[in-house]
């Protein structure tokens, strides 16, 4: 028998469970590409009923909805983990 000491699978899978998917890099450039499309894409359907002014507000208000989403979610798993 060896006395090697033993090291538990579950450590080695936990961390590979807490590293990010992709970099923090690469999912600012996708969150800032889907808040413009969806900024745009709101503004452009409600200009013919809300007017110029309201459809490009409530376009931005979508857009920045989206940083409040990604950021929020950032500070829950911070929160989460301590």
């Known amino acids: 028998m ?3 000491p033993r090291t538990p699978k579950a450590s080695k899978d936990e ?3 807490q ?4 970099s923090k890099r690469t999912a600012l ?3 800032a ?3 413009v499309f969806l900024a745009v ?3 452009s359907q409600l200009i013919p009923s809300r007017g110029w002014v ?8 979508y857009g920045v909805l989206v940083w409040v989403m990604f950021f929020g979610n950032i500070l829950i798993k911070r929160f989460l983990r301590k």
Do not use: D, M, Y
């Open 2 to 4: 060896s006395k090697k």
């Open 15 to 17: 961390k590979s469970i």
């Open 19 to 22: 590293q990010p998917l992709i």
């Open 29 to 31: 450039i996708i969150i």
């Open 33 to 35: 590409i889907i808040s």
């Open 41 to 43: 894409l709101t503004a």
């Open 54 to 61: 309201g459809g490009i507000l409530w376009g931005l208000l």
